[in-house]
């Protein structure tokens, strides 16, 4: 298999390649014109300056400028072309990586973690378009240099080539040193800025959490180890680098004493003239700043390709619930549920025992399905199968008689609308977020639906209505307040089915009834799912599930299940004091 940098470059240069060439014809363009100025340069000594022939100084001088100017020109043109494939490769990393973690499940999503791939999508991408911008601008031109100014010395001057090898091979040996030490480094380093980002996102999103226990030392200690690990390890690299460079400036300049001392030796004998002198210093030193080209090429390199694998391994990561090959286009008929759960087994990844187990009941058009039972008994989980956010381990979830994963996710998740645990709100106007789900809605459908969530008075009171500005997450309205436009922009959708995952927890019992009520003329033929913690909001559901340990242990009315379910009976009474008291 090939490295990931190649795989991942090769991958994405499609589109790049015929700017790739220009860059290419440039950058050799530039590296002629380099070479050929310390030859116009020696002419100009030998034959205009010791001969005293001004004429011949003036129009090779004229030369000179006229290849420095081609080369100015070469290099710019080089450097532009680089930056426009750079940054257009960046791009087109950055939407593969964001498109493709758009398609994980809950499982891919657990397993990288958000701070992760938002760190694979900034930095590590920044890392790989740093390579490629300048092996465009600086590097590619090296080996052209290298092999061009090896044959112009050795036309120079040959009995000083050995001083060429000996440099060529101190800086190889340096370089091969520091890029041992160097190379394992950088997967750490890219892992210490994930624990920065995902310990910074903790803070952000858990401020609150972190006030309320008064944990800002804490967290603030906690945040300066992470960063202080990172801030090591970059020193540690950077230790290496600057060690580096004294050992390279060092053999660049024994090099030019070495030129001049064996050159004086021989222009003193005749057999060397002062102009190829000269020549011949400038070529080393070119031999030796493509040589140093190679060794930050080096350095570089080991950073990118660490970045690369990290890209790869979102962009090879196999999605764990797959659309299938041959989509299944439903024909309902009038006795067809909604939905429908066929001896559902789950459990997670290595798990030693399922979460869910035997799990079998119907979603029917025009009723009200709740489900009920203890933290940790597998409600969430269970109304996560229905979109497909995690498959069933055995057993099967059916849409309008067909297993969800025989229909296209796209015809799937049309036919839902998801009221989350956590309201989640994204940043915009209010408008904004209750078209999520159907762009086309007009104003009056948007006030009806706030209206329905009891969320239009609020909404009316705040500054443009419609337009006002949602923050991020929704942080600039109260939790309730994010609950009932949660409520609304399903609403605003008209599925056929509704998912509402305790989703009225935020809600007082007044404002619960009052939205209980509405929702009951609203939802007309649709099948509406409930899972909540209080008897109050599902006791009028058509059919109550109730879960325990991932079983169905009751099931029917509250009238029924007071009589027949012992567990269910016991919730009822832990919550009947509190009700009354609240009532």
Same mark, same amino acid.
């Given at each position: 298999?090939?490295?990931?940098?190649?795989?991942?470059?090769?991958?994405?240069?499609?589109?790049?390649?015929?700017?790739?060439?220009?860059?290419?014809?440039?950058?050799?363009?530039?590296?002629?014109?380099?070479?050929?100025?310390?030859?116009?340069?020696?002419?100009?000594?030998?034959?205009?300056?010791?001969?005293?022939?001004?004429?011949?100084?003036?129009?090779?001088?004229?030369?000179?400028?006229?290849?420095?100017?081609?080369?100015?020109?070469?290099?710019?043109?080089?450097?532009?072309?680089?930056?426009?494939?750079?940054?257009?490769?960046?791009?087109?990393?950055?939407?593969?990586?964001?498109?493709?973690?758009?398609?994980?499940?809950?499982?891919?999503?657990?397993?990288?973690?958000?701070?992760?791939?938002?760190?694979?999508?900034?930095?590590?991408?920044?890392?790989?378009?740093?390579?490629?911008?300048?092996?465009?601008?600086?590097?590619?031109?090296?080996?052209?240099?290298?092999?061009?100014?090896?044959?112009?010395?050795?036309?120079?001057?040959?009995?000083?080539?050995?001083?060429?090898?000996?440099?060529?091979?101190?800086?190889?040996?340096?370089?091969?040193?520091?890029?041992?030490?160097?190379?394992?480094?950088?997967?750490?380093?890219?892992?210490?800025?994930?624990?920065?980002?995902?310990?910074?996102?903790?803070?952000?999103?858990?401020?609150?959490?972190?006030?309320?226990?008064?944990?800002?030392?804490?967290?603030?200690?906690?945040?300066?180890?992470?960063?202080?690990?990172?801030?090591?390890?970059?020193?540690?690299?950077?230790?290496?680098?600057?060690?580096?460079?004294?050992?390279?400036?060092?053999?660049?300049?024994?090099?030019?004493?070495?030129?001049?001392?064996?050159?004086?030796?021989?222009?003193?004998? $005749?057999?060397?003239?002062?102009?190829?002198?000269?020549?011949?210093?400038?070529?080393?030193?070119?031999?030796?700043?493509?040589?140093?080209?190679?060794?930050?090429?080096?350095?570089?390199?080991?950073?990118?390709?660490?970045?690369?694998?990290?890209?790869?391994?979102?962009?090879?990561?196999?999605?764990?619930?797959?659309?299938?090959?041959?989509?299944?286009?439903?024909?309902?008929?009038?006795?067809?549920?909604?939905?429908?759960?066929?001896?559902?087994?789950?459990?997670?990844?290595?798990?030693?025992?399922?979460?869910?187990?035997?799990?079998?009941?119907?979603?029917?058009?025009?009723?009200?399905?709740?489900?009920?039972?203890?933290?940790?008994?597998?409600?969430?989980?269970?109304?996560?199968?229905?979109?497909?956010?995690?498959?069933?381990?055995?057993?099967?979830?059916?849409?309008?008689?067909?297993?969800?994963?025989?229909?296209?996710?796209?015809?799937?998740?049309?036919?839902?609308?998801?009221?989350?645990?956590?309201?989640?709100?994204?940043?915009?106007?209010?408008?904004?977020?209750?078209?999520?789900?159907?762009?086309?809605?007009?104003?009056?459908?948007?006030?009806?639906?706030?209206?329905?969530?009891?969320?239009?008075?609020?909404?009316?009171?705040?500054?443009?209505?419609?337009?006002?500005?949602?923050?991020?997450?929704?942080?600039?309205?109260?939790? $309730?307040?994010?609950?009932?436009?949660?409520?609304?922009?399903?609403?605003?959708?008209?599925?056929?089915?509704?998912?509402?995952?305790?989703?009225?927890?935020?809600?007082?019992?007044?404002?619960?009834?009052?939205?209980?009520?509405?929702?009951?003329?609203?939802?007309?033929?649709?099948?509406?799912?409930?899972?909540?913690?209080?008897?109050?909001?599902?006791?009028?559901?058509?059919?109550?599930?109730?879960?325990?340990?991932?079983?169905?242990?009751?099931?029917?009315?509250?009238?029924?299940?007071?009589?027949?379910?012992?567990?269910?009976?016991?919730?009822?009474?832990?919550?009947?004091?509190?009700?009354?008291?609240?009532?």
């Amino acid at each position: 298999m090939k490295q990931p940098l190649n795989r991942l470059v090769f991958r994405f240069m499609k589109p790049y390649w015929g700017q790739f060439a220009l860059v290419v014809v440039f950058q050799c363009a530039s590296t002629i014109a380099s070479l050929y100025l310390p030859r116009l340069n020696a002419l100009i000594i030998n034959n205009g300056l010791v001969k005293g022939d001004t004429h011949y100084i003036w129009v090779r001088g004229g030369y000179m400028l006229a290849v420095a100017a081609g080369q100015i020109v070469c290099q710019v043109c080089s450097v532009f072309f680089g930056a426009r494939l750079a940054m257009g490769l960046g791009r087109d990393l950055r939407f593969a990586i964001f498109e493709h973690a758009l398609d994980f499940s809950e499982r891919e999503m657990h397993t990288f973690g958000a701070p992760s791939l938002i760190t694979r999508n900034t930095n590590d991408v920044q890392q790989v378009q740093q390579l490629v911008f300048m092996t465009c601008a600086m590097i590619l031109g090296a080996p052209i240099t290298m092999c061009g100014g090896v044959y112009m010395a050795l036309r120079t001057n040959v009995s000083m080539s050995w001083l060429i090898v000996v440099s060529v091979v101190f800086l190889a040996i340096v370089a091969g040193v520091a890029l041992t030490l160097m190379r394992p480094l950088f997967p750490i380093m890219q892992k210490r800025i994930d624990a920065i980002n995902r310990i910074l996102r903790e803070h952000i999103t858990g401020i609150r959490v972190v006030r309320a226990f008064v944990r800002e030392k804490n967290e603030a200690t906690r945040f300066a180890e992470a960063n202080d690990n990172l801030m090591q390890m970059g020193l540690k690299a950077g230790r290496i680098m600057m060690t580096l460079f004294p050992f390279v400036m060092l053999i660049l300049n024994m090099a030019t004493v070495g030129v001049i001392f064996f050159g004086g030796h021989q222009i003193d004998e $005749g057999g060397l003239e002062i102009g190829d002198l000269t020549a011949f210093m400038s070529y080393l030193m070119q031999i030796l700043m493509s040589v140093m080209m190679a060794v930050m090429m080096l350095v570089i390199v080991p950073r990118a390709a660490a970045c690369s694998e990290r890209i790869m391994e979102v962009l090879d990561a196999a999605n764990s619930v797959t659309p299938p090959d041959h989509p299944v286009t439903p024909t309902p008929t009038a006795q067809t549920p909604a939905a429908s759960f066929r001896h559902v087994e789950f459990r997670y990844p290595g798990a030693e025992a399922a979460l869910l187990e035997d799990v079998t009941f119907d979603l029917r058009h025009g009723e009200t399905t709740a489900i009920i039972g203890a933290t940790g008994s597998g409600k969430t989980t269970l109304v996560n199968l229905l979109p497909r956010l995690y498959d069933v381990t055995s057993g099967a979830v059916e849409v309008d008689g067909v297993d969800v994963r025989q229909l296209a996710p796209e015809e799937l998740w049309a036919r839902l609308a998801t009221v989350p645990q956590k309201a989640y709100l994204f940043s915009g106007t209010v408008a904004s977020n209750l078209r999520y789900g159907r762009p086309d809605a007009t104003d009056d459908e948007l006030w009806h639906a706030l209206e329905v969530a009891q969320a239009r008075d609020f909404v009316e009171e705040m500054e443009g209505g419609l337009d006002a500005d949602i923050a991020q997450a929704g942080t600039n309205v109260s939790g $309730g307040q994010r609950q009932r436009l949660s409520i609304a922009r399903a609403l605003v959708k008209q599925p056929s089915i509704y998912i509402f995952d305790d989703s009225f927890s935020a809600l007082d019992v007044a404002t619960d009834a009052r939205l209980r009520q509405a929702l009951a003329g609203e939802t007309g033929n649709a099948a509406v799912l409930i899972v909540a913690q209080r008897v109050s909001t599902i006791r009028q559901a058509d059919q109550i599930l109730v879960l325990d340990d991932g079983a169905i242990v009751g099931r029917g009315t509250h009238e029924e299940l007071l009589e027949t379910c012992p567990t269910y009976a016991e919730i009822v009474e832990s919550q009947l004091s509190a009700e009354e008291l609240i009532a």
